[in-house]
């Protein structure tokens, strides 16, 4: 079997996991709104719900518009991952991370939405000012950091492929 489906497997799965486990570990010992200061005036555990997408964007939507809207998307998303993931070349570790990075947190989050109707959120970090980043979860830090990966990547092939100034 090729290095990039090992990695992707195993990312994906170790991911899909630790997401599930900390949600459901949530949702088993925090009633709804209930916050566990850890770090004062920086990080909470707080169990909301998410029933948007990203900033609760579309969160005001009728439930069967959100439901088809936010399902559609994530199989989109996850048949696309399949694909890129197949175009690769064998030995692309690197990318293959990255891409089972968003997968786990694209299948964590629609098992969520399918098992509740909505996204358990439960990292709760302060910034300065008073401000709140929005609650989040293992997937969506998963995610982000699949995304991010997957832009170093896109520019580390960009300038591997730019011409040198001395060339010429």
């Known amino acids: 079997m090729a290095l990039k489906y090992r990695w992707f497997g195993f990312v994906s799965i170790v991911g899909l996991f630790l997401d599930q486990l900390t949600k459901h570990w949530i949702v088993d010992r925090f009633y709804y709104g209930e916050r566990l200061v850890v770090i ?3 990080f909470d555990l707080t169990h909301v719900r998410n029933p948007g997408g990203a900033f609760s964007l579309f969160a005001d939507g009728p439930f069967e518009w959100r439901m088809f809207f936010f399902v559609g998307a994530t199989v989109l ?3 696309l991952l399949v694909v890129f993931l197949y ?4 030995d692309e570790g690197f990318t293959s991370l990255a891409l089972g990075l968003v997968m786990s947190g694209a299948v964590g989050n629609l098992i969520d939405r399918l098992r509740y109707g909505e996204v358990v959120d439960f990292l709760d970090v302060h910034l300065w000012g008073g401000y709140t980043w929005p609650t989040f979860n293992v997937a969506d830090s998963a995610i982000v950091l699949g995304v991010g990966m ?3 990547d896109v ?3 960009e300038e591997d492929a730019a011409p040198s100034a001395d060339a010429g």
Do not use: K, N, Q, T
């Open 40 to 42: 004062p005036g920086l």
């Open 77 to 79: 998303a996850v048949v």
């Open 87 to 90: 175009r690769l070349a064998d």
């Open 150 to 152: 997957l832009l170093l």
């Open 155 to 157: 520019f580390r092939v």
